[in-house]
């Protein structure tokens, strides 16, 4: 049938930075003069920054010139920035080395698919950028999930058909992604929030090796 690709998403499948996010975003609606609390930051996860800045500004009912939307867009990222300075290997979440290991040690093509403009630095500071064959982030989409283009570009560079392709998402808009990119869609998180998803596991741990295996040898 063809050799089959892995594609995970970054923020919420191998790291947890939407805690960094969320800081970062409710710094700035504070300066604003408004509240933003966790439950709104779940409609920014998947999200381009661009677009989570618009739904910022509608939370706190603030309208922008574009002047000071284009500085706000910059004074967020600074500010996450310096949250994601200080980040180690210690903030990979639980199991995904072993899976990566397990992939690598198969000689199965990774690739990272994320809306991220950030990606490449996180993954160097937690050490595991040298897994990646490919890296398709914020910087190389034109179309933001639930929009395919990011997976398929992965799968493109990955030199692996689409419909052979595992996503790894957290976030609603990139299940959807992934399903409209004709690939196996493994929802990582609350299963009631990422119900579109084919599989669904609370975390990596969840995902044992008989499982990989399956996903490896389902399209043989
Ligand atoms: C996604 C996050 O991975 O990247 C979103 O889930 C975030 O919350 C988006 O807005 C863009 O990230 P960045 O690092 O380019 O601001
Ligand atoms: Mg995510």
Redesign the pocket.
Known sequence: MGKVGFIF????VIVDT?KY?YLAWRKLANELGFEFTKEQNEL??????KR?LEILLDIGNVKATQKQFDTWMIEK?LD?LAYIEKMDASEILPDVPRVLNFLKERNIPIALG?????AQPILEKVGLLPYFDSIVD?NNVAKAKPDPEVFLIAADNLKVKPELCVVFED?VAGIQAANAADMVSIGIGDLDILNEAQYNFKDFTEIDNQFLELLLNKNK
């Not at 998403?9 to 919420?12: A, C, N, R, T």
């Not at 920014?44 to 920054?49: D, E, H, L, N, Y």
């Not at 994320?114 to 950030?118: I, L, P, T, V, Y």
């Open positions: 998403d970054l923020d919420g939407a996010h920014f996860k998947g999200v381009s920054r989570c990222n996450y994320s809306a991220s403009k950030n914020g976030a």
